[in-house]
């Protein structure tokens, strides 16, 4: 983990967060949105493993906590959730796929995603109806899959210059 | 060997510092009735963010125009006309308001009764959206600087969008009416039955009307109460009547409401910045 690395990722959230605000959330569908900071935690997860995925996905939780009315440290907490489980499971699928980064970054919205709606109902704040809940996570999950292919390789090409690259899938060591 | 159980051991140490972390953090904003521990940090992202999402706003926006010009074609050569003709007759009208809105200033002084006209408000365009997918907010291209404040109430095209709820120096954030969280003192204007309207994190509101047996038809125009002391000026419509009563409990009742503003295609807002007897207008 070097410096510039760490440089590389928070760069990344920031674009990133940039991108969800500014640009693709207008183009929401039904009112759902793509999970970009959560892209980027998956790809730093499958990159770099559990620990940095960890700290990356608490490090975006932050900055998205920090910016709405969620009770601060939940989104944390669901991001960080999510970078060590991606990290965690990440060697367990040995051959490289082109659909793994997508397939990835889907699961992971859509998991994601519920934890929060979960801890959230748990926290009395967001008590919205289960079905438009379900149809936005599954929405936001789909969305995410179609961005993959366009994010994540520019996420994991900054990332590993050094390293060994097979397709758009990297493996670690 | 050893270097693996160092780093699991890293990995189980991180996290549970950063578990205990942000259970602190979820304590510390449930106590806090005033916002969360993170408002700083959100203040210096939103100083740095805020440029960046104008600019990029600014790109957006004839990108999106581009998508919907595709699909309407045409359609739009008629309504420039048709929008002119409006327009036209809309500056006709202006004057004569003018000149009543005098009359009726000045008739208030005589009686005494406050004016409830004048409102002060800012344009501002939208230049993109909250980072959730847990919360209708839109970001807007004015802050503090143009004297943006937390809790303006926020006009859209057709009646009340929302309020402001964050300011940063060139950007402030809206909670838009749709939003769950959202809560106005309403009426409604046929037989001034009040209420409250709440948003339901999709495309209607719901009307909760205080009398259950207050009558209720479909079509009917729901506006803000404006109560004294109120966060809204009174009478902006908020929507219409559309759904069958829901259910409601014998204390209460709750229609459906269809929003006065496009939610999805909100592009400018007007915020109210002042209001009273300056007697300014935008």
């Known amino acids: ?173 | 060997m050893l270097r693996m159980f160092d780093s699991a051991r890293r990995l189980r140490l991180l996290l549970v510092a950063l578990t205990v972390a942000s259970i602190g953090l979820i304590t510390l904003d449930a106590r806090n009735p005033n916002g969360g521990p993170l408002d700083a940090v959100g203040g210096v992202t939103r100083v740095v963010l805020g440029p960046v999402q104008r600019a990029l706003g600014a790109v957006a926006r004839p990108i999106g125009a581009f998508f919907s010009g595709l699909t309407q074609g045409g359609a739009l050569r008629d309504r420039i006309e048709r929008l002119e003709l409006e327009n036209a007759e809309l500056r006709a009208l202006k004057e004569q308001f003018d000149d009543i809105l005098r009359e009726n200033e000045e008739l208030r002084r005589e009686a005494g009764v406050p004016s409830r006209l004048g409102l002060t408000t800012t344009v501002a365009s939208v230049v993109g959206v909250g980072p959730s997918n847990f919360e209708r907010v839109v970001i807007i291209d004015k802050g503090s600087r143009d004297g943006i404040r937390v809790n303006q109430p926020v006009l859209g095209n057709g009646g009340l969008a929302g309020r402001v709820v964050r300011v940063g120096p060139t950007t402030a954030d809206v909670l838009l009416l749709i939003d769950r969280q959202s809560a106005v003192a309403a009426r409604l204007s046929t037989n001034g039955e009040l209420g409250t309207v709440n948003g339901k994190g999709g495309g209607t509101l719901e009307f909760e009307l205080l009398d259950p047996r207050a009558r209720v038809a479909e079509g009917d125009r729901v506006v803000t109460s404006g109560y004294s002391g109120g966060l809204f000026p009174a009478g902006v419509p908020l929507g219409t009547v559309i759904g069958a009563p829901l259910a409601g409990s014998n204390l209460t009742r709750k229609v459906v409401v269809r929003p006065a503003v496009d939610f999805s295609r909100i592009s400018f807002v007007f915020i109210v910045t002042g209001r009273g007897r300056q007697g300014g207008s935008s």
Request: glycine content about 10%; proline content about 5%.
């Open chain 1, 1 to 173: 983990m070097t410096l510039r690395r760490v440089g590389i990722i928070a760069g990344a959230l920031f674009i990133g967060l940039a991108l969800q605000t500014a640009f693709l959330g207008r183009f929401a569908i039904l009112g759902a949105k793509p999970e970009v900071l959560l892209l980027i935690v998956v790809a730093v997860a499958m990159t770099e493993g559990p620990t940095v995925g960890l700290v990356t996905g608490f490090a975006a939780g932050l900055m998205t906590d920090s910016l709405t009315d969620l009770p601060d440290g939940l989104t944390a907490f669901v991001f960080m959730a999510a970078g060590l489980a991606v990290g965690t499971i990440r060697p367990m699928f040995q051959r490289p796929s082109a659909w793994l980064p997508a397939a990835m970054v889907g699961a992971t919205t859509a998991l994601a995603l519920a934890l929060a709606a979960l801890l959230g109902a748990l926290l009395g704040v967001f008590a919205g109806t289960f079905l438009r809940t379900l149809v936005r996570i599954i929405l936001a999950a789909v969305y995410g899959m179609v961005l993959t292919p366009f994010l994540y390789p520019l996420l994991t090409r900054a990332m590993v210059r050094q390293r060994q690259v097979l397709g758009s899938v990297v493996v670690r060591r």
